[in-house]
């Protein structure tokens, strides 16, 4: 399942607009989020981002991006900051631009993810992602060559490094292999992308349901910050919009579906609303595919 959505999109001539649609022009940066918690936004390729957290015995990095070239210029911010080694490098979800970077860290004490993010990119699935992100012109991805995790977890699992306490949580939803990171001493929350911050969500592997499920889960627990995927760092109400858009579109499509209206009729439908409602936000080309994953998904549900 993990490339059915990828193979759709590519199949319709979707995921290249896509992608390209959230290349940044805004310029990398560095934001510190909280004392040691650092986020790196935008930059060149697509604009994914990876956190790195600075303690005492040494540095956790969170997420790549897309070539060994933007992972570099990350190394470079933490060694502005630190000597320290760094410790372990965890990657939020399998898709390239939060994987492709890994090899500038592959002599971290581990590389963390989820057993089905290894699944992914290991082989012949891994060889045709990576095949696929060179054809689009994105400086440095020649240069890359996967680096899959090289410690894997199913559920759940911990990290205690220099004081503080990494939860690392899986749940389905963006993909099939995501996790999010609470860190309760920082009360913050890393989400990958399962949270996008002023920008449409990509939709293509999405487990929908599991996705809203996954959002309450997040909901419910003590943070203040929240870091996303994509965009920038912020408060409770990044979290809140993101899930506002998906229990919209969801509402919205499923009055159609329950209208027997068409794929076409709904998209006809919703889109105009999804964009008025989201104006501010990014990627609007999403829209329709977004619209089709949740068509898709339900009506598949109420014919079972």
Known sequence: MAFKGLKWLIGVGLFMSILTGICSAEGFKTVEVWKNLFTVVNGDGIDSNTTFLITSEGVVVIDTRVTPQEAGKVLAEIRKRTDLPILYTINTHYHGDHTFGNQIFKDSRAIIAHENVRKSLMGSSGKDHLDFFKTMNIPGMDETIITPPNMIFKEKMEIFVGGYNLKLIHVRGHTDGDLFIYIKQLRTLIT???????????????????????????????????????GEPGGKPVF?????????????????LENGKSLKETQDAVRPALMEKYKSWKNHKWIDSNIERVYLEYSLKQGS
């Open 192 to 230: 990958g992308d399962l949270v996008f911050n002023g920008k449409i969500p990509y939709m293509g592997d999405a487990y929908v349901e599991e996705w809203i499920s996954a959002l309450t889960y997040l909901g419910d627990l003590d943070a203040e910050i929240y870091i996303p995927g994509h």
């Open 240 to 256: 809140l919009a993101m899930q506002h858009y998906m229990l919209q579109l969801k509402g919205m499509v499923l009055k159609q």
